[in-house]
């Protein structure tokens, strides 16, 4: 691990949130917020944001074939978000870009009622505790980005 330069390069999420789901990284969404959860916790600054077990570090790793180790051991050599994006392009079992794009747009606009039950459980509750009173849900990535205060 090159922590001196992870260390420049990693937010410090015991003070600040990670980036929007929604910011994409090399071409994939959820992408940039999974490199500063991870740049984090490897530092031990990731506060209470998992890297991993995370359910949408899971849609990337699982829409890309590439493992949560893997990506862990590329991010933990300090590598910039440019170095990140050009890995991702190249190391994703996915390289239609249609195919990337149709990913995007679903995850973006996933509604809470097509989770599975146990996520549609899990945000019922958590959406009651985190999320500002009277501040609709309309899509998955509107309960990060509400709590977090981007909306």
């Known amino acids: 691990m ?3 330069k992870l260390s420049l ?23 940039a ?9 490897l530092l031990g600054i990731n506060g209470e ?8 570090a899971a849609q990337l790793f699982e829409f890309t074939g590439i493992t949560q180790e893997v990506f862990k051991e590329f991010v933990a050599t300090g ?8 890995w ?14 149709r990913w995007n747009y679903q995850l973006r606009d996933m509604r809470i009622t097509e ?6 459980e899990f945000l019922e509750k958590y959406i009651e505790e985190y999320v500002p009173k009277h501040r609709p849900v309309y899509v998955w990535f509107d309960v990060y980005d509400l709590e977090e205060q981007r909306l």
């Open 79 to 86: 590598a910039t978000d440019d170095e990140i994006a050009e």
């Open 49 to 56: 944001y998992n890297y991993y077990p995370c359910s949408l």
């Open 33 to 41: 917020r999974c490199v500063d959860k991870c740049r984090a916790a």
């Open 115 to 120: 989770m599975s039950d146990e996520a549609q």
């Open 88 to 101: 991702l392009k190249s190391n994703s079992n996915v390289q239609n870009m249609a195919t990337i794009t």
């Open 9 to 31: 390069l990693a937010k410090d999420l015991t003070k600040e949130f990670p980036r929007s789901p929604r910011e994409a990284l090399g071409g994939y969404v959820i992408a």
């Open 2 to 4: 090159n922590r001196e």
